[in-house]
């Protein structure tokens, strides 16, 4: 290759989406307490999630379209924009009910934030860089979801050791969300260029408006594939708390270190994974990431002891950082670059659509069956592992789907950079 995949822009692109991340996990481990404190009931907690993922879902095709017409940066700065004031807002709401409708026109935004940096992303490199470069910057995205929660807990005990109210310490940690937010943006401002369009600007076909989207069979695969990835996501993190609740008895402080270790493990993978994978092909590292995972998930409620189940856990969270970099390049691969932006908004409506069924299915199958034992050809099956078992046959029938129904194209065939 004639450039190195990670140069300035790729580094910059990752340094902001670290940030941005970051600023978004920030409130994570108080959120729930700050509802309850603004008036809600416990009951309502989930419905402050629901919101932000329904509107995720329903505006991102839309945010990917704007990204096509309008340029994937503009569209950046102006979710990142959003972020800020919304931040500010967040930390400033009288009620609940204010804080809910603020939630949804989150949802909105960081579809427009995650979506233009995604695209942005492919439009930089080359169709034999992709994996590398998805890979990079997933991981510095997944260091700042991991170090996010933990800074938010920071700052919320400073602001209450300090004399301070309950509230106002739950309150100050989104303002300095928002400040993360506008470093983020000022970096996008100055430091980040996008590539030349070719052509006339509005002309059809350069900025997909008035384009029609071509669904071959691969990207139709793909797409179910979104769906149910995001349907093994909710099912199984609403979960894992209740299971290592119920099995183990271990303690919030047990769980979150399990969980987070699992991360940090999982994230040293990316980057080399999806480097890999321009080498020998995105299909190698779906199907030993996502065929490792869903097993693993397949035996977390088998498992007898807190460590075995930490071991499980990592295996199965370095199975999703191996897959991912590879199935986004593969689907950049597939995508023409006029129509990059709103494709992808799909997919993000599929992943998220799934991520909104999968908590209710999930944790109504896990109450339902969480004291029954099952007896399956002479084994004895716990009812509270039914939710994994069908998480990993989902898993592995939407990956073998991918094996035997999408050919890789030649490098000839890649969809290219950006518009030829």
Partial sequence: MAKSTLSKPIMILGAVQLIESLAFALPISFFPNYVVSLGASVASIGLFTSSFMVAFAVIAPKMGSLTDQYGRKRILM???????????????????EWLLVIRLFNGAVSSAAMLASETLLIDMITPQQ?????????????IGRNIGPMVGGAVQWFVLSR????????????????????????????MIEEPERRGEPGRIGMNGKGVKIEWT???????????????????????????????FGMTPVGIGTIISISGFVGLLASYFAGKYSDKVG?????????YGSGIAGGLLPLTGSVTMAGIIVTVR??????????????????????VRGRVFGLFGTAFTAGSVVGPIIGTWIYDTYRTTTFNVLGLSLPGYGIPFFINMVLGLVSTTMIMLLIEEPKEEDKAPQFVP
Avoid: C, H, Q
């Fill in 78 to 96: 102006a979710g990142i924009f959003g972020d800020v004031i919304l931040g500010i807002l967040t930390g400033l709401v009288p009620s609940w």
């Fill in 130 to 142: 992709r994996g590398e470069a998805s890979g990079f910057v997933m991981s510095m995205s997944m």
């Fill in 317 to 338: 969270s370095l199975g999703f950082n191996i897959m991912m970099p590879a199935f986004r390049a593969l689907r950049a691969d597939l995508v023409p670059p006029n």
């Fill in 282 to 290: 995105r299909k190698p590292l779906i199907a030993i990431g996502n």
């Fill in 217 to 247: 069979n691969p990207l139709k695969v793909l797409m179910v594939n979104s769906f149910v990835s995001g349907i093994g996501v909710g099912f199984i993190i609403p979960i894992m708390v209740l299971f290592y609740t119920d099995r």
């Fill in 163 to 190: 004399g301070s109210t309950e509230l106002l310490s739950y309150r100050v940690p989104y303002f300095v969300d928002s400040v993360f937010a506008a470093v983020a943006l000022v970096v996008v401002y100055f």
